[in-house]
């Protein structure tokens, strides 16, 4: 029995750094959206098509308060109840992001800190936008109303 203690915890630790690293976040590199602008027209219909507002408007939001990305949306899972951030372009929301935050949040599911999103912002559904998409999509965000109200934890 003791023969098989050293080899097992060997597998064990093996095994802890594999998972590590295939789960580790990962970011997009700093020149991947070089030379892209934006186009907030295109980045209105990309935010559309991606059903940005149903997650991230406030709760009971109607007609034009739609557009006020305030979050708040309450999602039960087996993880918890996850709680739709504030996507507004406020210091409270993503002011200070950038398009390619944005890309690493929605594409590879990386927040701005490193951390992982996922599950709450269910990336691996938009991980196969064109970068020119999430530029758009971006340029449009920036347009919409900004919303002081800050982010709920999980």
Request: some cysteine; hydrophobic content about 45%; charged content about 15%.
């Amino acid at each position: 029995m003791r023969r098989l203690i050293l080899p097992a915890a060997i597998l064990a630790l093996f095994l802890l750094g594999l998972f590590l690293i295939l789960t580790r976040p990962t970011q997009l590199g700093p020149d991947a959206l070089r030379g892209l602008e934006g186009d907030a027209g295109r980045g209105a219909a990309v935010f559309l098509a991606a059903g940005c507002g149903s997650c991230h408007m406030a709760p009971g939001a109607t007609e034009e308060a739609r557009l006020i990305l305030s979050g708040g949306q309450r999602f039960a899972s087996p993880f918890g109840t996850f709680l739709a951030p504030n996507i507004s372009p406020s210091e409270q929301g993503i002011e200070k992001w950038s398009a390619r935050d944005l890309a690493n949040a929605l594409m590879l599911g990386t927040g701005r800190d490193g951390a992982h999103l996922y599950p709450a912002l269910p990336y691996a559904s938009y991980s196969k936008m064109m970068m020119q998409d999430v530029v758009d999509l971006h340029a449009y965000l920036m347009t919409l109303p900004p919303d002081a109200t800050p982010n709920q934890p999980h």
